[in-house]
């Protein structure tokens, strides 16, 4: 195992800091694959740019050939680099080394061949530009490859920072509800001592209601009157001739919770305690209520208030209505990433149709006699096929639209 670079510790660190350090490292990871984009369009733009040379220097007889022959080494040559990547044993690096030393030579030694087919002022001007586009492809790739190593490790050191911020905003988490409910439990326990009667009896009976999440210490504690919980069951029944309607199944339609309650408290501060309790039934807040019903899930459905005139001043009536229920997990379903179709020779059940047009490849077909043929770029024909340049095999359909 790996041992983490001490620039990132993420012992000790606060909630904060993590969550300022992921969001951070997100970002870089984002500019990273930002450049990768803008690294492959340059190199879009530059095959493009090849092909228009291509269009020139192709006139000359054997340039083809000689430029299929340049990019077969250069072929090698990336195959040789990314071995070399790949390999730690020192005698076998020195080995590729050696190779991609050979097919330097080799390739250069192509590029004079290019370079010597005619000598007009032309020819060699587009031959120059070509190279240096060549040269700009190249380039981006190492570019590319470079940048891939970087967002590479700026991945795993944002899953550092992420994987500790979820950690500890979890243990925190866990830590908050774990003390607002010893909070709420002595809370409780010191009005049911202030409003016991005797035992398990209370003045005018006591309900709780507390958030069933327990992200606050806040409870209310309130007088009940005349509480009533209805259950509504949906029972499908199916007509059956000369007798009785038949049933197989029964399915719970809903379950309140009703009555008048009380909130004792000073006349200033029962306003703004009626808020609270409204503002957690219009946010949809998940309750539990403990007193005439005891429900782990509920919500607050209706919320209102009436004057106290025949009780104690210092309360104010509720009249609060409650549906059980608990709160559903959203599952959204992942995205699936489109295949890409291959034409297919063979025929099954009679003839396939297919919007793809393609041309079959036969000895000594390149994509730019394709291209020639077709209309379309090279750099298009690349891209929509699976095969190098360098080895399209006899009798393949070439896809060009």
Excluded: C
Aim: proline share 1%; no cysteine; glycine share 4%.
């Amino acid at each position: 195992m790996t041992k983490k670079s001490a620039k990132h510790s993420v012992k000790g660190k606060t909630l904060t800091y993590l969550q300022k350090k992921s969001t951070e490292w997100k970002s870089t990871v984002s500019k990273d694959a930002d450049q990768i984009d803008n690294a492959k369009s340059t190199i879009d733009k530059a095959k493009d740019k090849l092909d228009t040379y291509d269009e020139y220097l192709q006139k000359q007889n054997g340039y083809n050939d000689l430029k299929d022959a340049y990019n077969a080494k250069q072929d090698e040559i990336d195959k040789q680099k990314k071995l070399l990547s790949k390999t730690k044993k020192s005698s076998k690096k020195k080995s590729i080394e050696s190779t991609i030393k050979d097919l330097t030579k080799q390739k250069k030694e192509v590029y004079q061949s290019i370079a010597k087919l005619t000598n007009t002022a032309e020819y060699q001007k587009q031959l120059k530009a070509r190279t240096k586009a060549n040269h700009a492809i190249n380039v981006e790739k190492k570019k590319i490859d470079d940048i891939n190593v970087k967002k590479s490790k700026d991945k795993k050191i944002y899953q550092t920072y992420h994987d500790a911020y979820t950690a500890k905003k979890k243990a925190e988490t866990k830590k908050k509800q774990t003390q607002n409910r010893s909070k709420i439990n002595d809370k409780i326990a010191a009005a049911k001592k202030k409003y016991k009667i005797h035992k398990n009896v209370y003045l005018n009976g006591l309900t709780t209601i507390q958030r069933a999440d327990a992200m606050t210490s806040r409870v209310f504690i309130l007088g009940e009157s005349d509480p009533s919980e209805t259950n509504d069951q949906d029972v499908p029944t199916n007509e059956v001739d000369n007798s009785d309607p038949r049933t197989n199944y029964v399915v719970r339609s809903s379950k309140q919770l009703s009555g008048t309650y009380y909130l004792f408290g000073k006349t200033s501060d029962l306003d703004k305690q009626f808020e609270i309790l409204q503002g957690w039934a219009r946010k949809g807040v998940e309750v539990t209520v403990r007193g005439f019903s005891k429900w782990a899930h509920a919500y607050l459905s209706s919320v209102g208030k009436t004057a106290n005139t025949a009780g104690n001043k210092n309360s104010l009536a509720l009249s609060l209505t409650f549906k059980y229920a608990m709160k559903s997990k959203i599952d959204y379903a992942k995205k699936k990433s489109k295949k890409k179709t291959k034409s297919s020779s063979t025929k099954k059940g009679g003839t396939k149709k297919t919007t793809h047009k393609t041309v079959t490849v036969k000895t000594g077909m390149t994509y730019w006699s394709i291209s020639q043929k077709t209309g379309v770029k090279v750099s298009k024909l690349e891209k929509l096929n699976k095969w190098p340049a360098t080895s399209i095999p006899v009798g393949a359909k070439v896809r060009y639209e």
